[in-house]
């Protein structure tokens, strides 16, 4: 008997496991459909939301899904929510993993922020040089800051392009070196 597994993707581990579980089992895996153009995945994807977490549980009992793993982005709480409630309606397992957190180090200065729009006002007056690594969807938070310097790394074009008199624009796809992002930084 095929095993029928429904990945809640969208990060790279998630795509790793797919393929790695694809000779076992039948995996099918799910990505919100924000990237114009996501790396091919060597399995089924479907692409969209499910319509909250009763659309979830449906799709898990219509595919006779075995098991939904949640591999989703460390920001994506929604869906994650959504998943363990859909899990549990539809008397389905769930595994979620979890990418650990960033710890603070010897020498680092970290300021801690409850949101995005938390971040731009916590740059303060003084013009300051910020790189961005934030969903394209999030970096308009920035324009109420616009006596900054952006450097935006995104997947896909920032469109409309943030309404600030200073920013740089950098298309890149992670996974992303220590080396490199160094190099970046400097």
């Known amino acids: 008997m095929t095993h029928r597994i429904l990945i809640l993707g969208g990060t790279t581990e998630a795509r790793q496991l797919a393929g790695k579980l694809a000779a076992r089992a039948s995996v099918t895996l799910s990505l919100a459909g924000r990237t114009e153009s996501p790396v091919a995945q060597g399995v089924p994807v479907r ?3 499910f319509g909250g977490a009763d659309g979830l549980a449906a ?6 899904t075995d098991l939904l793993i949640d591999a989703t982005h460390p920001y994506a709480a929604q869906i994650s929510a959504n998943a363990a409630q859909a899990a549990r309606m539809a008397g389905v397992p769930i595994l979620a993993l ?14 801690l922020v409850g949101t995005v729009g938390d971040a731009a006002q916590a740059l303060g ?6 790189f961005l690594a934030l969903g394209r969807q999030e ?19 920032v469109e409309p392009k943030l309404a600030v008199p200073d920013a740089e624009y950098l298309l890149a796809r992670g996974p992303f070196r220590d080396a490199e992002e160094r190099a970046l930084l400097e």
């Open 59 to 64: 799709y898990l009992t219509e595919t006779a």
């Open 125 to 130: 007056p003084a013009p300051r040089r910020v």
């Open 139 to 157: 970096v308009a938070a920035f324009e109420a800051a616009p006596q900054h310097h952006y450097v935006i790394r995104s997947v896909d074009p």
């Open 47 to 49: 692409s969209g939301g």
């Open 98 to 111: 979890r990418r650990p957190g960033w710890e603070p180090v010897e020498g680092d200065r970290w300021t």
